[in-house]
């Protein structure tokens, strides 16, 4: 019972047809009585989820702060920073002058890792920390100087004179701990003999 499609359109007597009076005006009604509700439950929830992501990704981004933030151990010494973005070093006049502040940094920091902490040497520690502090201050600074007024002399060999002193600082503190590390132990010795 096949029938072409085109035929069934050339008669048909719909499209001749005139609808009632007034239809369009009436299904518009009916359509705006039913489609506010339907709204307001959609934007309702809709408002539930944007706060409920917001409030998850709040969460999330807080717990990801907390995971990668670095853990601050007391009075333990950090590494040797280069410099600032903001400021030259040594590296930035010539190639020369950078390996020889690398090799500078890298002893410091070298020192640094290799030197042990422990509460029976706190105070001598603390006492070298502020020192090494109040050099890097000025290393700062020296590094400022360089970057406002440009090289000179007198301010690289400030800056180098001030490599070789933290280093220094550090093998002194290095042959300290070392002192205490050995006479506490030979006095450890004598308690345990008596």
Same mark, same amino acid.
């Given at each position: !019972?096949? *029938? ?14 005139? !609808? ?9 009604? @009916?359509?705006?009585? =039913? ?7 959609? %934007? @309702? %929830? #809709? ?5 409920? #992501? ?12 907390? /995971? ?7 009075? +333990?010494?950090?590494?040797? @920073?280069? @410099?600032?973005?903001? =400021? ?14 690398? /090799? /500078?940094?890298? +002893? ?12 029976? =040497? ?20 020296? #590094?400022?100087?360089?970057?406002? &007024?440009?090289?000179?002399?007198? =301010? ?18 290095? &042959? ?9 132990? *030979? &006095?450890?010795?004598?308690?345990? +003999?008596?």
């Amino acid at each position: !019972m096949a *029938q072409d499609i085109r035929e069934l359109f050339k008669n048909d007597k719909i499209t001749h047809e005139k !609808m009632p009076d007034n239809h369009q005006a009436r299904f518009l009604e @009916k359509l705006d009585e =039913t489609l506010p509700e339907v709204e307001a439950k959609h %934007f @309702k %929830f #809709s408002f539930i989820q944007i706060a409920a #992501s917001v409030v998850v990704l709040l969460g999330l981004s807080f717990g990801a702060f907390k /995971y990668f933030q670095p853990e601050v151990l007391g009075d +333990s010494p950090e590494l040797v @920073k280069t @410099k600032d973005a903001d =400021t030259k070093s040594l590296g930035d006049i010539s190639p020369g002058l950078k390996k020889v502040e690398d /090799y /500078y940094l890298a +002893s410091i920091n070298l020192e640094l890792s290799k030197v042990k902490y422990t509460p029976e =040497t706190k105070e001598l520690f603390d006492g070298y920390l502020k020192q090494l502090n109040a050099l890097d201050k000025a290393y700062q600074n020296l #590094s400022l100087e360089l970057t406002e &007024s440009g090289p000179s002399e007198l =301010t690289v060999n400030a800056l180098i004179d001030n490599l070789k002193l933290r280093l220094n600082l550090l093998y002194r503190l290095r &042959s300290q701990l070392q002192e205490f590390n050995t006479s506490d132990a *030979q &006095s450890n010795e004598v308690s345990q +003999s008596i």
